[in-house]
């Protein structure tokens, strides 16, 4: 982190605007994102993307945010995996069971 590198952001036709990150996340956290992927499919009727699934989880955190009393910590900082440490490969199994119903 000691290369301060500011990332391309670009604009969007809708007024948002598009920042891209590389991000390291843990195996349970990519099962979490394709499960938020497949809920959010099916309310929308049409395939989803990790990427908009993490748009989507990083709107709803910022509304409910917004709404929150002062004080009281994101729902997103209590869904960060506390599970103890496997190997890479057992976590990747797992997380792929998670996404396709199969675990």
Avoid: K
């Amino acid at each position: 982190m000691n290369d301060r590198v500011t990332p391309p952001i670009q604009a969007l036709p809708d007024g948002e605007a598009q920042v891209s990150l590389v991000l390291n996340l843990p195996w349970e956290d990519i099962a979490r994102l394709g499960q938020e992927a497949g809920r959010l499919a099916a309310q929308m009727q049409r395939p989803v993307t990790l990427d908009e699934a993490v748009s989507h989880r990083l709107r709803s955190a910022r509304a409910a945010a917004h709404a929150r009393p002062a004080g009281e910590q994101p729902a997103a900082a209590a869904s960060v995996s506390s599970l103890p440490a496997r190997p890479p490969a057992e976590q990747a199994r797992q997380a792929i069971d998670r996404i396709n119903g199969t675990g």
